[in-house]
Nanobody, 119 residues
Framework: QVQLVESGGGLVQPGGSLRLSCAASGSIFSTYVMGWYRQAPGKQRELVAAITSGGSTNYADSVKGRFLISRDNAKNTVDLQMNSLKPEDTAVYYC?????????????WGQGTQVTVSS
């Protein structure tokens, strides 16, 4: 059973920075695409950033140039460095691990961590 545990959320002022971390259990980590999603109140969950096992990255337009996703396959961790935070970045952030296995989507979610950007 794969488990994802997020940490690093909190309250920060606009323009500040936070670093989210996600620790994954299980040996599948290095072969899965890892992603960070977020969900604000009243809105759908959206992809923030993703990184493949080879290190290729993808970002939502709203965070390009401000957020950086990275992974350490040896430590089974994926981090999201968030800079120049804006109030609209306020949301619950979720870690995700996903892969297509035998033709089916196999994905896992963390419990989420709250990020609040406010003065």
């Amino acid at each position: 059973q794969v488990q994802l545990v997020e940490s690093g959320g909190g309250l920060v002022q606009p323009g500040g920075s936070l670093r989210l971390s996600c620790a994954a259990s299980g040996s599948i980590f290095s072969t899965y695409v890892m992603g960070w999603y977020r969900q604000a109140p009243g809105k759908q969950r959206e992809l923030v950033a993703a990184i493949t096992s080879g290190g290729s990255t993808n970002y939502a337009d709203s965070v390009k140039g401000r957020f950086l996703i990275s992974r350490d396959n040896a430590k089974n961790t994926v981090d999201l460095q968030m800079n120049s935070l804006k109030p609209e970045d306020t949301a619950v952030y979720y870690c995700n691990a996903a892969a297509v296995v035998a033709g089916y989507l196999d994905d896992y979610w963390g419990q989420g961590t709250q990020v609040t950007v406010s003065s």
